[in-house]
């Protein structure tokens, strides 16, 4: 099997591997600022200065929900603490 191998030239180090077949006399290896919670989609090559193309990364069900069971764990030891103060407060 034929794999196209992308490494680091000093250390060996493998930074990518494919079996597909590339085109890599039109490689091309840059650098992009990319916001936090941006998944990248692709590079726009349309202008002379490319950029790239990031979407925003869609929060997991599983993500949301525990970010709400969270904040519904803050609230409600908020709501504890001013019901029945708090034993630092009291001195106890």
């Known amino acids: 099997m034929k794999y196209t191998v992308f490494y680091n030239g000093n250390s060996g180090e493998i930074v990518f591997s494919t079996t597909l077949q590339l085109d890599i006399e039109n490689m091309k290896i840059a650098e992009f600022e990319v916001e936090s919670g941006k998944t990248l989609v692709s590079v726009d090559v349309s202008n002379k200065e490319h950029s790239i193309i990031a979407e925003d990364n869609p929060i997991s069900e599983t993500a949301k929900n525990s970010n709400r069971i969270t904040t519904l764990e803050k609230a ?9 103060g708090d034993d630092e407060e009291s001195g106890k």
Do not use: E, I, K, V
Request: no cysteine; aromatic share 12%; proline share 0%.
């Open 76 to 84: 409600m030891m908020d709501m504890l603490a001013s019901q029945f």
